[in-house]
């Protein structure tokens, strides 16, 4: 069993910063990969961002290379998103999510299938 509390979330202004964090209980945590996803209104839940258990190895969406970056702390159980430079399209609820296992390949971390727990989400919003 894996609980996931996000954290960090709130309302920022466009081009500026913001940090989520999502704090794991459970002991497998540093055996699962961690993905960051974000829904906003009307649309469908959508991946930004995983990394792998170990750490090092990360995927991105698009729209979001260059700008966010995900990190892990294995040792507080903790997975981070660093947001820089948001945008106004970045505004959504996001979850955090622990991946259910087998190879670290984008076809897999992409789909929200392939987690098995998920955090309750918080919101950010960008202003204009």
């Known amino acids: 069993q894996v609980q996931l509390v996000e954290s960090g979330g709130g309302l920022v202004q466009a081009g500026g910063s913001l940090r989520l964090s999502c704090a794991a209980s459970?002991?497998?945590?540093?055996?699962?990969?961690m993905g960051w996803f974000r829904q906003a209104p009307g649309k469908e839940r959508e991946f930004v961002a995983a990394?792998?258990?170990?750490?090092?190895?990360?995927y991105y969406t698009d729209s979001v290379k260059g700008r966010f970056t995900i990190s892990r702390d294995n040792a507080k159980n903790t997975v981070y998103l660093e947001m820089n430079s948001v945008k106004p399209e970045d505004t959504a609820v996001y979850y955090c999510a622990a991946n259910k296992g087998g190879p670290f390949l984008f076809s897999r971390v992409v789909r929200s299938t392939s987690y098995d727990y998920w955090g309750q989400g918080t919101q950010v919003t960008v202003s204009s």
């Open positions: 990394i792998r258990g170990s750490g090092g190895a990360t």
């Open positions: 459970g002991r497998t945590f540093s055996s699962r990969a």
